[in-house]
């Protein structure tokens, strides 16, 4: 048997806080959240957003549900990202601030990433960026929910935007507030890294002979 364990919404959308079920064979996560959704029909649509816990572990390396496991359905952290959307238009730094705005909040820190007219010491006209939206979205959405559950008091705010951008435009604006500037600071570069690292957005390179090249490719 396996132990599900629900919290707050998960617990209210599920109608009990925990259950114990029996599978047929061992899931992996991806697998395990088609069989919960199919299961628990009203939570399914917001599973996406959700955590999965496995035997009191929040960062498993392998998740393989089986039997005799407890596994903790976790919905977003109170307060949870307010903004975290890939856009195909100018994006709006008083907007992403906005959205981290709080009474309790001594600090907001900014990134910016613009683009710049080089990289790698070859001059560059323009970036095209592409992104999976739904699942970049989706990304993003789990980074700043998942750092917010990390750092007490921290607010944080993305916006990407995707399409043909020239030098000077801003393609990303990320903010985080906290009730200092030290914590503000911190948990704007982890989410601007993590952004990076794992976001499905890809860019283009034009040259100004019209060349071009994906990065990393």
Known sequence: MVRIVYFAA???????DQEEVA????LDEAAFRVWLASHQPRLGPYLPRMRLALNGDL???NVQVSDGDEVCVLP???GGSVLAEVRDRPLSVDEVVNAVRDKSAGGIAIFLGVVRDHADGKAVSRLDYEAHVALANKEMARILDELMGEQAGVRLAA???VGELAVGDIAVVVAAS???RGQAFDACRLAIDRIKESVPVWKKEWAPDGSALWVNL
């Open 23 to 26: 599978l047929t064979a061992s």
């Open 76 to 78: 977003p952290v109170a």
């Open 159 to 161: 916006v990407h935007r």
């Open 10 to 16: 998960a617990r209210e959308l599920a109608g009990c």
């Open 178 to 180: 906290a009730a200092h």
């Open 59 to 61: 960062r498993p390396e």
